[in-house]
């Protein structure tokens, strides 16, 4: 029984002008005249199917991956097979045993376009780039010629709206770390103000006392709240925001910041019966929150959010929440940061995903990484931090990186890649939740937005392990997340067709492990 229902008149809707307050690359790229034609014709015969030879990882794998964790290795025995990136190919990712593994989790959420895209192969052949990969300049002192205009010709093309400025950084972790520091740089200089000071002139205690990490020259009061359940990195202040698993923390000395709680929702979102358990528990966060910020008596500099808590568990929230978070940092001179490493760059159906919560106030900051191949964050003119090495590393960033995201935003629109991420997200969407009907002794909680999708294993994290295993080794690669979730992060490129075969996979897996 195929798993894609017929959905013409869905995609119709996914194509139909986007009216909110979005990024330019948004407003000035309407659906492609190609992208709508599609829908009148069924999706072409693709004959490219995973190919399994051996069990993942395969023996050449093992040999590999013993001799570099018990060489060089560093990897904390994370690797799951090795790769060969010359015989991978768009959607499928090749291993050195010889299987070909459709990937639908995209090297944790960062392959834009899949393997080898030519675009990519030509763009990096580029002079240009080449000279970037060559010398990879000290962009905050000695950036090259070319640096001002090719930031705004990439960044600057799809800028979050509202957000003029964008300081680029070297992973996820660096620009949340980086916007934090924006945020108590400002929330200092406004108390400075507030104390009719010079709001750039520092006292001698200050500059005495921040030597030895104390009072008043460290803002030890200051704190940044994040939520249950988040995910913001690994460096020392993004993971004092990060509470999706215990493992990431233990051992390491921890900023004492506070957590609000993060909707813990029904699935799905927009069904009626869930409606009231839902608005009550949002209630319940928002109110939790303002306390929290109450308690801490004008010392919580920015307040962090992912639009869905990825490693957390794939918990997704209603854009009310949002707006609700956005209109308390407002009334409580807290900066709302919104961390879309994972989910900027088009995989939620919008080239930013707070896109789709209708905000009256912009971010404050949106910080970015991994399918913009750059790392970074945007921030208000009003953030500007006007004295030099306050933010600051050797590179601030990559040029040669940038050419690959011009490269990647030129197909982005010229393939309609946006609304192709609808499209398939729709199929996977729908097919999921056509898996939680057949099987919900194994299956429950199909949940995403765009390709961001998920659904959750019944009988906890080791059922997920399983059924995680049994994908990869019937040719399908999948992400899990929280305490039993199977998470989804395919390319921009991944295809209707391709959902077919994902869910065609996921429902021999499925199968096996119901009995």
């Not at 959607?91 to 010889?98: K, N």
């Not at 308390?328 to 159906?349: H, K, N, P, R, Y």
């Not at 208000?380 to 306050?390: E, G, I, S």
């Not at 991420?421 to 009907?437: K, S």
Request: charged residues 20%.
């Amino acid at each position: 029984m195929p798993l894609l229902r017929s959905a013409t008149a869905a995609m119709r809707r996914l194509l139909r002008p986007v009216k909110r307050k979005v990024s330019p690359f948004m407003t000035a790229h309407p659906a492609p005249a190609a992208v709508a034609a599609t829908l009148a014709r069924p999706e072409p015969v693709a004959l490219r199917r995973p190919t399994i030879r051996t069990t993942v990882p395969g023996p050449e794998s093992l040999r590999v991956m013993n001799e570099w964790t018990t060489g060089w290795g560093g990897t904390g025995h994370a690797t799951a097979f090795i790769v060969d990136l010359e015989r991978s190919a768009g959607c499928y990712v090749a291993d050195i045993d010889g299987n070909e593994m459709l990937d639908g989790f995209g090297q944790i959420a960062s392959l834009p376009l899949g393997y080898n895209h030519p675009r990519l192969l030509t763009a990096a052949r580029s002079n240009d780039a080449v000279l970037a990969q060559v010398h990879r300049s000290a962009l905050g002192v000695l950036p090259p010629r070319e640096h001002a205009e090719l930031v705004s010709s990439t960044l600057g093309r799809v800028a979050p709206h509202g957000l003029r400025k964008v300081q680029m950084m070297q992973c996820g972790s660096c620009a949340n770390e980086n916007a934090f520091k924006v945020a108590m740089i400002h929330h200092a200089r406004a108390k400075r103000m507030r104390d009719g000071r010079d709001p750039d002139v520092f006292s001698d205690d200050e500059y005495t006392s921040v030597m030895h990490n104390d009072l008043p020259g460290a803002a030890n009061n200051t704190a940044i709240l994040s939520f249950e359940g988040g995910f913001h990195g690994r460096t020392f202040g993004a993971l004092s925001c990060t509470r999706s698993k215990p493992i990431h923390k233990l051992d390491i000395s921890q900023l004492q910041w506070p957590a609000a709680p993060f909707p813990q929702l029904r699935y799905p979102l927009e069904d009626a019966a869930n409606a009231a358990f839902n608005d009550a528990e949002v209630d319940r966060c928002i109110a939790a929150t303002r306390d929290l910020i109450a308690q801490h008596d004008g010392n919580i500099a920015a307040m962090i959010v992912e639009p869905v808590q990825a490693e957390g568990g794939d918990r997704h929230a209603p854009a009310a929440f949002f707006r609700r978070l956005r209109e308390l940092a407002s009334e409580t001179d807290v900066l709302f940061i919104v961390d879309e490493v994972q989910t900027g760059c088009v995989a939620s159906g919008t080239f930013w995903a707070h896109e789709a919560w209708d905000l009256d106030t912009p971010p404050d900051m949106v910080t970015f990484a991994k399918k913009m191949q750059v790392a970074g964050y945007y921030y208000t003119d009003a953030l500007q931090v006007t004295q030099p090495f306050r933010i600051f590393n050797t590179w601030m960033g990559d040029s040669a990186k940038l050419h690959q995201l011009a490269a990647v935003l030129d197909v982005i629109e010229e393939d309609g890649l946006i609304y192709n991420t609808r499209r398939a997200g729709a199929a996977l969407l729908d097919g999921l939740a056509t898996l939680v009907d057949r099987y919900p002794t194994v299956l429950a909680n199909a949940r995403g937005v765009g390709t961001l999708c998920a659904v959750d294993a019944v009988d906890g994290m080791v059922a997920s392990t399983q059924l995680h295993s049994r994908l990869r080794n019937n040719g399908v690669l999948v992400g899990t997340c929280g305490k039993h979730t199977i998470r989804l992060r395919p390319p921009l490129i991944f295809s209707p067709y391709d959902a077919e075969v994902l869910l065609d996979t996921f429902e021999k897996s499925v199968a096996e492990m119901a009995g």
